[in-house]
């Protein structure tokens, strides 16, 4: 995976421009959907070898860069879907770049109980984000059942571990710390 990617480039040099703290997610979701929705098919393009991957996988964008913004490409398998989870208390955007995804979104109760809220559908260039711990809980799947579905998910530092939820048959919710393992580095 050598050769040149001009769209995620330019895709991480917005991220960047960007990366000041607490960015205005609304203006950078547009920005970023902007080079999508023009360059939808150069992307798939450059993007071909994830699109073949036969499981869930995050690959980062970029060098890691100490204390800023975050930014991920994962690679969601035919029908593949995650658990609830949350993102470690990170402010995140996420945006698909190739096929459909659903994010379905949860809250979580005085009580510690977990309850479904909306749901949101994204095709290339939609993106959907959250500015705290309390709205980034969600649950996402890959809304194909034959081809792999790639997006982008940029978050408000590193995203190292974070929670996943279970429903027990005793209708309480298990939390699971998981680690965010990541593939590689896409340049």
Same mark, same amino acid.
């Given at each position: 995976?050598?050769?040149?990617?001009?769209?995620?480039?330019?895709?991480?040099?917005?991220?960047?421009?960007?990366?000041?703290?607490?960015?205005?997610?609304?203006?950078?979701?547009?920005?970023?959907?902007?080079?999508?929705?023009?360059? /939808?098919?150069?992307?798939?393009?450059?993007?071909?070898?994830?699109?073949?991957?036969?499981?869930?996988?995050?690959?980062?964008?970029?060098?890691?860069?100490?204390?800023?913004?975050?930014?991920?490409?994962?690679?969601?398998?035919?029908?593949?879907?995650?658990?609830?989870?949350?993102?470690?208390?990170?402010?995140?955007?996420?945006?698909?770049? =190739?096929?459909?995804?659903?994010?379905?979104?949860?809250?979580?109760?005085?009580?510690?109980?977990?309850?479904?809220?909306?749901?949101?559908?994204?095709?290339?260039?939609?993106?959907?984000?959250?500015?705290?711990?309390?709205?980034?809980?969600?649950?996402?799947?890959?809304? /194909?059942?034959?081809?792999?579905?790639?997006?982008?998910?940029? =978050?408000?530092?590193?995203?190292?571990? =974070?929670?996943? =939820?279970?429903?027990?048959?005793?209708?309480?919710?298990?939390?699971?710390?998981?680690?965010?393992?990541?593939?590689?580095?896409?340049?």
């Amino acid at each position: 995976m050598a050769y040149k990617r001009p769209h995620l480039k330019k895709l991480g040099e917005i991220v960047r421009a960007h990366d000041s703290g607490r960015p205005d997610l609304a203006l950078l979701a547009r920005e970023l959907g902007t080079v999508v929705h023009r360059h /939808s098919l150069a992307l798939a393009d450059e993007l071909d070898a994830l699109r073949r991957a036969e499981r869930f996988e995050r690959w980062r964008l970029g060098a890691p860069r100490g204390e800023g913004a975050e930014v991920l490409i994962m690679v969601w398998p035919p029908n593949h879907a995650t658990p609830v989870h949350d993102h470690a208390g990170l402010w995140g955007l996420e945006m698909a770049l =190739y096929g459909a995804l659903s994010v379905e979104n949860w809250q979580r109760g005085p009580d510690g109980s977990l309850s479904a809220g909306g749901r949101q559908w994204l095709g290339p260039g939609d993106a959907c984000w959250f500015e705290d711990a309390a709205s980034g809980l969600h649950r996402c799947r890959n809304l /194909s059942r034959q081809a792999c579905a790639l997006s982008l998910h940029v =978050y408000g530092g590193r995203l190292e571990h =974070y929670l996943a =939820y279970a429903p027990t048959p005793q209708a309480a919710w298990r939390t699971r710390r998981q680690r965010a393992r990541v593939i590689g580095q896409l340049a």
